[in-house]
């Protein structure tokens, strides 16, 4: 049997890093931006003990992508992609944050599909930003497609000019790639889901917190376990997702904020 592969894009960041070395016993193919840093996170994870390798990819790229995917299967076979590479609007730039939160999940979820097999699974990062977005027909249709021409500028008229609320929009956009290809990954018995963190304690979330120290500060006291998340919460649920217990889980978000998007959304 060919070995069973658990790539992770944005392997080198906060979350990707605490979700390699949350599965110690499995084969590893890490990806990130850089050449670079990629080189760091494998050398971190293999003085570890980890079995990983490395292979550089900017996942809004299809030809890198493409690559990515041919490495994996002349490695072995796919066992689940873990997606976790994004940016925030802190990046302060519209197209940024589409173009990598949104369309890179889209090659990534269109060039991956090929390698998907009988209980291969995508596990894919939203946010519980994502859940503050409302329905809206227009903007939706243009969310599940977002390489359209006309999309970003479609959903760029409902988002203010802010980056931050991009973020939002292209998180909702994930969640809905994942509904709109909960069928043809199904046909192959592979599952797709989606993670919705709330403010995980990473480098992205301590950014954020000095943007904007009392926005942060609202969203501790809003949460009902009245403390930020770790990764340490997040990487569990990623491993139970990936895992055969999670056997019969397909398009399904998982919100993993300590409860406080309900409160969020009870203020608006
Ligand atoms: N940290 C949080 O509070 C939080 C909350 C909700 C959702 N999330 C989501 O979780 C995921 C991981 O977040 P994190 O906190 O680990 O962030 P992070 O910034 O630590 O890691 C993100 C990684 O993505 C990589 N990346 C960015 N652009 C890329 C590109 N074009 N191609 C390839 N790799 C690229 C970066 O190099 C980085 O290593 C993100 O999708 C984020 O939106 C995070």
Redesign the pocket.
């Known amino acids: 049997m060919k070995s069973q592969k658990i790539v992770i ?8 890093m605490a979700c390699a070395e949350n599965f110690k016993d499995e084969e590893l193919i890490i ?4 050449q670079e ?1 990629v080189d760091s996170a494998v050398k971190k994870l293999t003085n570890k003990g980890f079995r990983a390798t490395g292979f550089a ?4 790229d299809k030809n890198a992508v493409n690559k990515l995917v041919k490495f994996v299967a002349d490695s072995g076979s796919l066992k689940a992609l873990i997606h ?5 609007g802190t990046v302060q730039d519209l197209k940024k944050v589409y173009t ?2 949104l369309v ?1 999940t889209e090659i990534l979820i269109d060039a991956f599909f090929e390698l998907a097999v009988e209980n291969t699974v995508a596990v894919l ?5 994502a859940h503050t977005v409302p329905t809206n027909e227009k903007y939706d249709t243009a969310l599940q497609n977002p390489q359209a021409a006309g999309s970003f500028e479609t959903v760029s008229q409902f988002v203010n000019n802010s980056s931050d609320t991009m ?1 939002n929009f292209a ?1 909702r956009g994930v969640i809905l790639l994942s509904h709109k290809n909960v069928d043809r990954w199904g046909a192959k018995g592979a599952r797709i889901v989606t993670i ?10 301590l950014k ?1 917190a000095k943007e904007h120290p009392e926005r942060m500060q609202m969203i501790k006291e809003a949460t009902p376990l009245k403390r930020n ?1 770790t990764p340490k919460d997040v990487v569990d649920a990623v491993k139970f997702l990936a895992s055969d217990a999670a056997r019969f889980i397909t398009g399904t978000d998982l919100l993993v904020d300590g409860g406080v998007i309900l409160n969020i959304n009870k203020m608006k």
């Open positions: 894009t944005g392997g080198a960041g906060g979350i990707g990806t990130d931006y850089s840093i990819c900017d996942i809004t976790t590479a994004g940016v925030s990598i939160d890179g990062f939203s946010s519980m930003m973020y998180k919705s963190p709330g403010v995980i304690e990473t480098e992205m979330a954020a998340g």
